[in-house]
């Protein structure tokens, strides 16, 4: 009997240490002209991998139309304090972009329009609630290009046909769900008929 409690005990030490490695997406998405007014917003859908750190994003915004976008995520180690990145993109480099404790930088690129790999450089503050979730809120971007911010959430296109609009997302990551594998359903109906047989011998 006390072989079958260890097998048990190992099969669900097993099963709950699965963990999903994708999240799935939803927000808003708002785009700033170059003198902060909203020109429009809508939502967003996509799917983050916390493990390569892709982040894929889309939607179809009133006066923009269907737009895609990408990138990597990076996360500052811990302990952190402060630090800047760059991010170069095929309309330029946005240099020293500030990225402080607690928060998450995204170099995404947008697609709408006919028009590629559009600039947004993306600085988060994460917060982590307890449904395991993770809330992504847009901050106004601090550069080289804007030592004090620009006055809105993201950072301004540098160049491009979108020179000076803003692009912003705040976001929620959702935990994916993850399909128990075959070999755990057949591991889990192995030990209950294990479970079974010590019983009736005991009996």
Do not use: C
């Not at 952190?80 to 928060?103: F, L």
Request: glycine share 12%.
């Amino acid at each position: 009997m006390s072989k079958v409690l260890t097998i048990m005990f190992f099969s669900v030490l097993f099963v709950g240490n699965v963990s999903a490695a994708t999240y799935d997406i939803s927000g808003l998405f708002t785009l700033y002209g170059p003198d902060n007014s909203t020109v429009s917003d809508g939502s967003v859908t996509g799917v983050y991998d916390d493990v390569s750190g892709a982040m894929n994003l889309g939607g179809n915004t009133a006066l923009v139309g269907a737009w895609s976008a990408s990138g990597i995520i990076i996360i500052p180690p811990v302990p952190h304090t402060s630090g800047t990145y760059d991010m170069t993109s095929p309309e330029g480099v946005i240099t020293g972009i500030e990225v402080g404790a607690g928060q998450w930088f995204g170099p995404m690129f947008f697609n709408w329009g006919g028009n590629t790999n559009i600039d947004a450089a993306h600085v988060w503050d994460a917060t982590n609630n307890p449904d395991n979730s993770i809330s992504l809120s847009s901050t106004d971007v601090i550069s080289d290009f804007f030592p004090t911010g620009s006055g809105a959430p993201g950072h301004p296109s540098i160049s491009g046909p979108t020179v000076g609009f803003t692009y912003s997302v705040d976001l929620l990551l959702t935990p994916a769900a993850v399909p128990v594998p075959a070999a755990v359903w057949l591991f889990g109906s192995g030990f209950i008929v294990l479970f079974g047989a010590a019983r009736r011998k005991k009996a």
